[in-house]
């Protein structure tokens, strides 16, 4: 049986889940996608769903009752969870953002992306590169994107 990749977005923002959710089904129709709109919300859908846990994880950082950082922490303290690579998703690009999370387990810190064809790339590269070489994909993207990107 092969197993489905899956990603999952914590994001608040309900356009920005519905632009990530278009140009991933555009680079990657297979890849299952699901969303939580806080990190308390993340952490449930995990524990519901232990046996289609996502390859990653795109963590916003400004969200209501649990943000980024704390969903981070939390994550990374289970030891389901931990081995899953969360990649920073935010309009932020301050520096103490970047280091909490980067100390944090965050493997990499994603500023939003201005444009589609953007974000298309990046998940373009996410995807193609999920189960070999992510973390040199995104060291790559962070060379050569226009978006900030720091890994």
Not at 4 to 27: G, M, Q, S, T, W
């Amino acid at each position: 049986m092969t197993k489905h990749a899956r990603f999952l977005l914590v994001d608040d923002d309900p356009d920005d889940v519905a632009i990530f959710k278009d140009i991933l089904n555009e680079v990657n129709p297979a890849i299952d996608f699901v969303s939580a709109g806080d990190g308390f919300a993340a952490l449930e859908t995990l524990k519901k769903q232990q046996n289609s846990l996502p390859d990653i994880i795109f963590l916003d950082l400004n969200m209501p009752r649990m943000d980024g950082k704390e969903c981070l922490s939390q994550l990374k303290k289970d030891a389901q969870f931990k081995r899953i690579p969360v990649i920073m998703y935010t309009t932020s690009c301050q520096s103490k953002d970047i280091e909490e999370t980067m100390l944090k387990g965050a493997i990499c810190f994603i500023t939003k992306p201005t444009n589609l064809k953007e974000l298309k790339n990046i998940l373009g590269s996410i995807s193609k590169n999920m189960h070999n070489n992510l973390e040199k994909s995104l060291r790559v993207l962070s060379d050569t994107s226009s978006t900030f990107i720091v890994c």
